[in-house]
Antibody
């Protein structure tokens, strides 16, 4: 059974750095067809993608938040860590990690399908002094 | 940067009715990279459709996806009580890697 579980502080102060951990089970972070993303959702608002790490350790970040984010992984611990610096009350949100999978159809002309098929339950972070 | 615009913002329908949700991209998107998710209050999103039209494992066949280029549609043929939720489209690209639409809420009329 594939699961992802987010953990981290419930409350952080403005200007502090947030560190969140996603612990995965049921698959390996070295699997070439899988990666992990972080997504957040402020109360009553839409989903916002933050960062992604691929199996080969390639990293990708939200354009608007790139300067504040760092994503990394420890394959031996099955963990993906996201740090976000200089936290502000507008960063109050539920933070999710999700597994990205790749399905390949076709042999002669393969088509690659990317999607997030398993999500953690999320962890709520409040930024307040 | 590709922007996904979903419409309508809210859809008010009765159980048994057909729901048609739209997702429009600011630039052409590969169908392989377009997915739909359902989110119920207090829950994480759930994958419904990937590759624009392929149902994820365990998703009932009343859910279907279609479209190509810049226009994609999620259709729920006959709404069940458990289908009232918020639906997001998502695309995978180059930079940024992932983009979500702003969501469509399907509510009971």
């Amino acid at each position: 059974q594939v699961t992802l579980k987010e953990s981290g502080p419930v409350l952080v102060k403005p200007t502090e750095t947030l560190t969140l951990t996603c612990t995965v089970s049921g698959f390996s972070l070295s699997n070439a067809r899988m990666g992990v993303s972080w997504i957040r959702q402020p109360p009553g608002k839409a989903l916002e993608w933050l960062a992604h790490i691929f199996s080969n350790d390639e990293k990708s970040y939200s354009t608007s938040l790139k300067s504040r984010l760092t994503i990394s992984k420890d394959t031996s611990k099955s963990q993906v860590v996201l740090t976000m610096t200089n936290m502000d009350p507008v960063d109050t949100a539920t933070y999710y990690c999700a597994r990205q999978s790749i399905t390949i159809f076709g042999v002669v002309i393969p088509q690659y399908y990317y999607y997030m098929d398993v999500w953690g339950k999320g962890t709520t972070v409040t930024v307040s002094s | 940067e590709i922007v996904l615009t979903q419409s309508p913002g809210t859809l008010s329908l009765s159980p048994g009715e057909r729901a048609t949700l739209s997702c429009r991209a600011s630039q052409s998107v590969s169908s392989s990279y377009l997915a739909w998710y359902q989110q119920k209050p207090g829950q994480a999103p759930r994958l419904l459709i990937y590759g624009a039209s392929s149902r994820a494992t365990g998703i009932p066949d009343r859910f279907s996806g279609s479209g190509s280029g810049t226009d994609f549609t999620l259709t729920i043929s006959r709404l069940e009580p458990e289908d009232f939720a918020v639906y997001y489209c998502q695309q995978y690209g180059s930079s940024p890697r992932w983009t979500f639409g702003q969501g469509t809420k399907v509510e009971i009329k």
